[in-house]
């Protein structure tokens, strides 16, 4: 059972390669044909020019008028993206800086609300102890006339 379960995964191996390498050569074959078309329409046009076909030559050109014209628009469009993305990104910082701005006066204003609550507090208790001062020479001083 053993060698036969090795075997089975050995074949199951040997076709995924044999599919895997079937693909590659599907593959190199598209790039071969792709170059080979290139090739010949460059050398075509390259033919039809130096023979001097005036309507094959206008074609290639305008071609390559348009192809450079849908270029440009394409370079403009990738332009005005990167500058939307660029303005995006400060606008994103300016307003994270804005929150933070406003973080800080907020704490800051609490600070400042802390400060003036023990302000308050130390005069409510410098208050009470000149009170307490004066209640205690008060009652120092009927003590003192009712005996």
Known sequence: RLVQAVRKKLMERLDLDDMQ???EMKEMEKLRMTAATGDAASR???DMERLGAPAVKA???N????????LSLEIERLKAQ??????????????NAAACQAAEIKRLQEAVEMERLKAQV????AAAAEAK??????????????A
């Open 21 to 23: 390498r079937a693909a």
């Open 44 to 46: 075509q046009a390259v």
């Open 59 to 61: 074609q290639v050109t």
């Open 63 to 70: 071609a390559a008028d348009e192809s450079n014209e849908t």
């Open 82 to 95: 990167m500058a939307e993305m660029e303005r995006q990104r400060v606008s994103a910082a300016l307003d």
């Open 122 to 125: 130390a005069a409510a208790q």
């Open 133 to 146: 001062a004066v209640f205690s020479a008060e009652t120092k001083t009927l003590v003192a006339e009712s």
